[in-house]
């Protein structure tokens, strides 16, 4: 039972990068899933969130208007686009799932997540 998340390289400022996260060994049905990033240096923040059903979205102000999250159960996978990335979404970017699958103020509750994958790096820079 995992999450893995894949799509990180480096991408010049302004540019996009897509991101995406798997399940192995179970069903994302149920759960709500989370990208949160850790910056050198810094703690890990709460980035944007999409419930089970996909009805609530939840986003990080410092992301909103460029990052969209989406979802596909059939496929067992969310997908985190971000565009016009700056140097500062520099971070490794982790996905994580919880039950029950609502959002509410889980991206400042990280303990609500009992399931985290390995991250991916995402370096803007020019």
């Known amino acids: 039972v995992q999450l893995q998340a894949s799509g990180g390289g480096l991408v010049q400022p302004g540019g996009s990068r897509r991101l995406s996260c798997a399940s192995s060994?179970?069903?994302?049905?149920?759960?709500?899933i989370s990208w949160f990033r850790q910056a050198p240096g810094k703690e890990r923040e709460g980035v944007s969130c999409?419930?089970?059903?996909?009805?609530?979205?939840v986003y990080a102000d410092s992301v909103k208007g460029r990052f969209t999250i989406s979802r596909d159960n059939a496929k067992n996978t969310v997908v985190l686009q971000m565009n016009s990335l700056k140097p500062e979404d520099t971070a490794i970017y982790y996905c994580?799932?919880?039950?029950?699958?609502?959002?509410?103020?889980?991206?400042?509750?990280?303990?609500?997540?009992?399931?985290w994958g390995r991250g991916t790096l995402v370096t803007v820079s020019s």
């Open positions: 994580a799932g919880k039950v029950p699958g609502f959002c509410g103020d889980s991206l400042n509750n990280q303990d609500e997540y009992q399931i």
């Open positions: 060994g179970f069903s994302l049905d149920y759960h709500a």
């Open positions: 999409v419930s089970s059903n996909g009805r609530m979205i």
